[in-house]
Each structure stands twice: as C-alpha cells, then as structure tokens.
C-alpha cells in the first residue's frame, strides 16, 4: 500500500505565509541579472553581476552600484554575491565594506545614513549651464569616485534669445528657475492690481515659461546638453547620468565613442544577452528613447530578427530532412517485399491416390 499523508489545513496555511512572506521579501529586494562586459582595459568580455530595477524611488543607488560593479577591477574590486535577489540592507552594506576598505570615508554611521536614504530617492540641484554642477545631492557619488552629469544644459536652439540666456544664466539652478517659474504663475493668477515691480518681473522672466513648459517634453536632455556629454566623457568611462528624475549607469564605448546606458528594467532581467543596453544620442534627445542594444552594442531588433530567420531556416532544414527521411524509408520498404505466394492450395499427391482406391472399392456393380 502507498504512503498517502493526511492533508494538515494548518500546515498548508503555514506554508502559504512561508511563502508569500518569500514573495513579499523579494518584491523588496533588488533582481540581479549576469551580463558580459567589455573590460575598458583588458578588452575582454567579463561576467558582471548587475541589479536591476522593479519599482520607482531606488534608482539612485542602483546606478551608482552598478557604475562601481562595471568599474571593477584587481585593483579595485566591487563584485556583487551569486544571487538572484539583494536587499537593500545587504546592498547598504556592501557598499559602506567597499568605502571602509579604500578609505572612501571616515564617517561610516554619515555614510551608511546617506546611503539607506537612497534606496527611496535622490534630490538634486543641476546647474543648467555645467552638465557636472550640482548644488547639492552630488556629494554621494564623490565619495566612491564616480563622476555624475547631466544633461539639462539651456541653449539657443531651444528657441531662447541672448537675454532670455542672459537672465537664466543669473538663475543658474533648476530650482531657482523651478520658483521663479510659480511666482510668475501666482501673479498671473492675482485678482488686485500689479505693483510696477511685479510688472517687470513677469516682462522680464516669460523665458522661465519656455524652459519649465518644455522640461518634460525634452524629459530634461537638451541637444547642448548631449553635445557636452559626448566631449566630456571619454572613451570606456563609466559614469551616472541624471535625467527626467532618474539616474542610470552610462558607459562610453572606446570602439564607437557612442554612448550608451544600462538596461535595469527587470523586465529584461531574463532577456540573456539581447537586451543589455540603451543607446543614448540624438534619438534620446528627440523622442525620450534610446534603441535597444545586445551585450555587443547591436541593435536588439538585428539581433532578434537574425535569431528568427535563424529558427525559421532550420526549421525549413528539418523539413526536408523529413521528407527525404521519409522518401528514403519508402524506397527501402519497397525493395524489401517479399513475392506474392499463389492462392491456390497445392494438392496432395498421396491423398489424391488414396481418395481413388477408396472410390474403386466402393463402385457397385
């Protein structure tokens, strides 16, 4: 008789919490996801453990990680564990191991408060006129020597004269702009009449409306922007850039001096090596989007279609590999037939003899 074991309704519960408490732990944790990377120097594809992304607010901390994790080498190690999923506390503390043992840091308690605080966000402060100037939020990626930008630089092909220029380079700050931008709309919207210096104000700041009207369409990257970008990070440099309030690892390619972003998005976590990386040029300036790029930085889309007529030719192949299979049987079974036998029974000699005499006996005369 089989061992049958009794269903337990508690134990079936119990395992269901086990497991959905498994499932909501790792909603929390970061996916990571094995990419091959040309190392900068050696020129050799390496494997790298990256994090990905699920949800909003982390993006801060995963580039940066990233950065570092693509950054490695025998001089400077930064290697996450081999497993699927990190969490934020195992990451805070890879991180402020990896300070304490290059010095990054003297204030590790500071460090390890900064850095618990970005796995929900980063604030910043670009300057709009410097793709490196930060009036705060920059000071983290100082600390582990990875460069930020950005790309939010004003310029004149954003339909913006001399003295719109000449005013917001006064402003300098996004935020400052980002204020002056609601002073101008709580004047606009007063009932009482303006005081001769509110006049001037709204006269002389209506380019903050083009620049604040725009920043989402343009997702904060302008083709100065870009321009800048392109001739200060140099070949196989790995840094961060902040754009449209997100932050990604951007690597420049040596072979194409193009530029190039991380893939985090989990959902291409399980894509191997189709989908590793962004491109980030004039396309990204025009439509918010870069293309899709392999591992080798080809244009996914090739990559794909190229496995597909792949499958499509060996399935032709296969085919016809049937087919002759199956002709070649054919032709087998035929010269294999053995010749028809007669189906008429052969007659016995002995017993057509006997059946005569036993006739012969039996005449009546």
């Known amino acids: 008789m089989d061992n049958v074991q009794e269903h337990d309704p508690d134990t079936q519960e119990h395992n269901n919490e086990t497991q959905n408490h498994k499932q909501e732990d790792h909603s929390n944790s970061y996916q990571t996801r094995t990419i091959p990377f040309i190392e900068p120097l050696s020129r050799e594809y390496q494997k790298r453990i990256i994090l990905c992304q699920t949800v909003n607010g982390p993006c801060p901390i995963i580039a940066l990680s990233n950065a570092l994790i693509l950054k490695s080498n025998v001089d400077r190690p930064f290697e996450l564990p081999k497993k699927r999923y990190i969490t934020p506390d195992e990451l805070t503390e890879y991180l402020v191991e990896f300070a304490k043992a ?36 920059h000071e983290i990626f100082c600390t582990f020597g990875v460069r930020l930008v950005h790309g939010w630089i004003l310029s004149d092909d954003m339909g913006l004269s001399d003295e719109d220029l000449s005013y917001l380079r006064k402003l300098e700050y996004y935020e400052k702009v980002a204020d002056t931008f609601a002073e101008r709309r709580s004047l606009l919207e007063m009932q009482e009449p303006l005081t001769e210096q509110q006049q001037d104000f709204l006269n002389n700041s209506t380019c903050v409306d083009k620049v604040m009207e725009n920043r989402y369409t343009m997702q904060f990257l302008t083709n100065a922007g870009l321009k800048k970008i392109l001739e200060l990070v140099g070949p196989g440099e790995i840094v961060v850039v902040f754009r449209s309030s997100h932050f990604s690892t951007m690597y420049s390619n040596p072979d194409s001096f193009a530029q190039f972003t991380l893939v985090t998005d989990s959902g291409y976590a399980r894509t191997g090596e189709d989908v590793v990386w962004e491109t980030f040029d004039s396309q990204t300036v025009e439509t918010g989007n870069g293309e899709l790029c392999a591992a080798n930085f080809i244009p996914a889309v090739y990559v794909l279609n190229q496995r597909k007529e792949e499958k499509k030719k060996r399935a032709k192949d296969d085919e016809q ?45």
């Open 102 to 137: 290059y010095g990054l840091c003297k204030n590790q308690q500071s460090l390890q408060d900064k850095l618990t605080s970005m796995h929900f966000g980063q604030q910043l402060n670009p300057c709009l006129y410097d793709i490196e100037k930060f009036e705060y939020g």
């Open 321 to 365: 590999y049937a087919k002759r299979l199956a002709k070649e049987e054919e032709e087998r079974g035929k010269k294999e037939t053995p010749k028809k036998a007669s189906n008429t029974p052969r007659r016995n000699k002995s017993n057509t003899q006997k059946s005569r005499k036993q006739s012969e006996n039996c005449l009546i005369s």
